[in-house]
């Protein structure tokens, strides 16, 4: 039986693959070496999930109790840490323009005095808006904690005045909101990041191998002896070549998927058999795409600069970074051209949000679509390997 395996062909275009990676360290960097790298740096960078303890510079000009009080209270906030307090406002600003603080809260003088007489006391608040996340995670942190503060001075002087503390409660709350933040209520940034960031770095390797491996039949001018060893079938070739990727990829993907549910502790809320489905598929659709784009440009260094290009847009244009409901009808219709995009609506109904199987199979089906753009380019590529003038082009 194994005699008859090492005869067919898919098996020793298996085997001329296995080769070629073990003699060549390029082979051994996209498939081994490069996705590990990049799929533990990844975890390890938004292991903690949440941003905590950014960086504040208070500045007291009151110098009060009430003030003092404050400070403690921002400090005792797990997304904030008080670094530096002055008494001047321009010292505060070198540190926020130095980048040694990410907001100022500026405690004026006469707080104390105001609060207690029932004069308005604002405090302002400068943060550094250049990092969107930093300055949310600071804004909102600064905010809830005065708010807090603000109405527990206000309950106090309520309950003082002969109010119980119902009465009070319900003056200074007059509307209770009752928040439910679904699918993902801690905010944490490794749940909708990371994963996808994981998952995003294996795609990509997946694709930029693919690339390599069917243009280095271009480059070295082994197109024929591929196509005689496949038996004179570009089908059989291409699955033979793909296969020990297919599978090394597929394998990393479910570290992935370890990573993510054992380690971290990431809901699965939906249905794992289909994740893992759709990675195998995703996976397939962006090694057909790499050879899509080799058979067009007919040159490796051509086909991995368009490929690269095309391939970073997609995390782009997936709506990770920026809401996809935020941006112009024509880049909506412009991210269906992205197989991540796809991915990551699948990813988010089964694993966060636990959507049923039928949810997903739309999803499944355009993936589908990029592999099926891969296979019509199977024809292109023969004709590609078998003609000279091709041969030798890096």
Same mark, same amino acid.
């Not at 909708?192 to 243009?215: D, E, I, K, Q, R």
């Not at 033979?240 to 998927?257: C, D, E, R, W």
């Not at 999803?363 to 296979?375: A, E, N």
């Given at each position: 039986?194994?005699?008859?395996?090492?005869?067919?062909?898919?098996?020793?275009?298996?085997?001329?693959?296995?080769?070629?990676?073990?003699?060549?360290?390029?082979?051994?960097?996209?498939?081994?070496?490069?996705?590990?790298?990049?799929?533990?740096?990844?975890?390890?960078?938004?292991?903690?999930?949440?941003?905590?303890?950014?960086?504040?510079?208070?500045?007291?000009?009151?110098?009060?109790?009430?003030?003092?009080?404050?400070?403690?209270?921002?400090?005792?906030?797990?997304?904030?840490?008080?670094?530096?307090?002055?008494?001047?406002?321009?010292?505060?600003?070198?540190?926020?323009?130095?980048?040694?603080?990410?907001?100022?809260?500026?405690?004026?003088?006469?707080?104390?005095?105001?609060?207690?007489?029932?004069?308005?006391?604002?405090?302002?608040?400068?943060?550094?808006?250049?990092?969107?996340?930093?300055?949310?995670?600071?804004?909102?942190?600064?905010?809830?904690?005065?708010?807090?503060?603000?109405?527990?001075?206000?309950?106090?002087?309520?309950?003082?005045?002969?109010?119980?503390?119902?009465?009070?409660?319900?003056?200074?709350?007059?509307?209770?909101?009752?928040?439910?933040?679904?699918?993902?209520?801690?905010?944490?940034?490794?749940?909708?990041?990371?994963?996808?960031?994981?998952?995003?770095?294996?795609? &990509?390797?997946?694709?930029?191998? $693919? #690339?390599?491996? %069917?243009?280095?039949?271009? *480059?070295?001018?082994?197109?024929?002896? /591929?196509?005689?060893?496949?038996?004179?079938?570009?089908?059989?070739?291409?699955?033979?070549?793909?296969?020990?990727?297919?599978?090394?990829?597929?394998?990393?993907?479910?570290?992935?998927?370890?990573?993510?549910?054992?380690?971290?502790?990431?809901?699965?809320?939906?249905?794992?058999?289909?994740?893992?489905?759709?990675?195998?598929?995703?996976?397939?659709?962006?090694?057909?795409?790499?050879?899509?784009?080799?058979?067009?440009?007919?040159?490796?260094?051509?086909?991995?600069?368009?490929?690269?290009?095309?391939?970073?847009?997609?995390?782009?244009?997936?709506?990770?970074?920026?809401?996809?409901?935020?941006?112009?009808? &024509?880049?909506?219709?412009?991210? $269906? #051209?992205?197989? %991540?995009?796809?991915?990551? *609506?699948?990813?988010?109904?089964?694993? /966060?949000?636990?959507?049923?199987?039928?949810?997903?199979?739309?999803?499944?089906?355009?993936?589908?679509?990029?592999?099926?753009?891969?296979?019509?380019?199977?024809?292109?590529?023969?004709?590609?390997?078998?003609?000279?003038?091709?041969?030798?082009?890096?």
């Amino acid at each position: 039986m194994i005699s008859g395996m090492k005869q067919h062909p898919i098996f020793a275009v298996m085997l001329r693959e296995a080769e070629r990676i073990k003699h060549n360290p390029a082979y051994r960097f996209l498939l081994f070496g490069g996705p590990l790298v990049g799929i533990m740096l990844l975890f390890f960078i938004f292991h903690q999930g949440v941003a905590k303890k950014l960086p504040v510079a208070v500045v007291d000009q009151d110098n009060s109790a009430l003030s003092i009080k404050v400070s403690n209270a921002l400090n005792a906030s797990s997304d904030v840490a008080i670094v530096e307090i002055v008494e001047d406002m321009f010292q505060a600003e070198e540190l926020l323009k130095q980048s040694v603080v990410d907001a100022i809260v500026l405690l004026p003088k006469g707080l104390e005095k105001n609060v207690f007489q029932g004069i308005q006391a604002p405090v302002p608040v400068y943060i550094n808006g250049t990092n969107v996340t930093v300055a949310g995670v600071v804004q909102r942190s600064v905010v809830t904690t005065l708010g807090t503060l603000s109405g527990g001075v206000q309950l106090k002087k309520l309950m003082l005045a002969g109010k119980n503390q119902e009465q009070a409660m319900a003056r200074v709350v007059p509307v209770d909101i009752a928040k439910h933040i679904l699918f993902n209520p801690y905010s944490n940034y490794g749940y909708f990041l990371n994963s996808a960031m994981l998952y995003f770095t294996l795609f &990509l390797f997946a694709f930029m191998s $693919s #690339v390599y491996t %069917f243009g280095n039949e271009l *480059k070295r001018g082994t197109g024929l002896n /591929l196509l005689e060893t496949g038996n004179n079938s570009v089908r059989l070739a291409i699955a033979g070549k793909l296969f020990p990727y297919t599978l090394i990829f597929s394998g990393f993907s479910m570290v992935i998927a370890f990573l993510l549910y054992k380690v971290e502790g990431m809901p699965l809320k939906g249905s794992f058999l289909m994740l893992f489905a759709g990675q195998f598929i995703t996976i397939v659709a962006y090694q057909m795409l790499g050879l899509m784009f080799v058979a067009l440009t007919k040159n490796m260094r051509l086909s991995l600069s368009v490929g690269s290009a095309y391939i970073m847009m997609g995390i782009t244009f997936s709506g990770l970074t920026f809401p996809m409901e935020g941006m112009p009808r &024509l880049v909506r219709i412009i991210t $269906s #051209v992205f197989p %991540f995009t796809w991915w990551e *609506k699948l990813f988010i109904s089964q694993s /966060l949000r636990g959507a049923p199987v039928q949810e997903a199979l739309p999803y499944i089906c355009y993936i589908l679509i990029f592999m099926l753009l891969g296979v019509a380019s199977f024809k292109m590529y023969k004709r590609t390997l078998g003609d000279s003038k091709y041969w030798g082009k890096s």
